[in-house]
């Protein structure tokens, strides 16, 4: 999940395009879905935030539509991925970028919180995509 306006914005997006040009080739897939539920931090449309992030931070991944991750009306993906890995909240969302390691077989291995830099869990990509 991401937003323009988070305080985690740059060190994200601009990891995560890394780690996609460096392991993309090997199988890496990042999904980015756009989520305004965190004091409306992504004030544009789906459209202005696919924008953002591949013409500020060169993002070649897929940027989705906005979705909510929480409440109600949360998407049938991340009802899935909440309900197989929680967090310190337990199943909510605590922030933007919170992110999940999912490997080929759709088994949910990891969770991240929003303060846990994409660099930092390069190894985890790297053991999910048979590296180590």
């Known amino acids: 999940m991401n937003s323009q306006l988070s305080g985690f ?3 994200n997006y601009t990891q995560l ?3 996609y040009s460096r392991y993309r080739d090997k199988g ?5 879905f756009p989520c305004n539920q965190f004091l409306n931090q992504e004030p544009g449309n789906s459209l202005e935030a696919e924008q953002f992030a591949c013409t ?3 993002a070649e991944y897929p940027i ?8 109600p009306d949360t998407a049938p993906l991340y009802k899935f991925l909440k309900e197989k890995k929680s967090g310190f ?3 909510r969302i605590k922030w933007n970028f ?12 990891q969770r991240y919180s929003p303060t846990t830099s994409p660099f930092s ?12």
């Open 9 to 11: 914005t740059n060190v």
């Open 98 to 109: 919170t992110k999940f390691l999912v490997d080929k077989e759709g088994h949910v291995l």
């Open 56 to 58: 500020r931070f060169k």
């Open 17 to 19: 395009t890394e780690l």
């Open 64 to 71: 989705f539509g906005k979705i909510r991750v929480n409440g």
């Open 28 to 32: 890496l897939e990042i999904l980015a």
């Open 121 to 132: 869990i390069e190894n985890d990509i790297k053991k999910a995509l048979g590296e180590t």
């Open 89 to 91: 909240l337990g199943s």
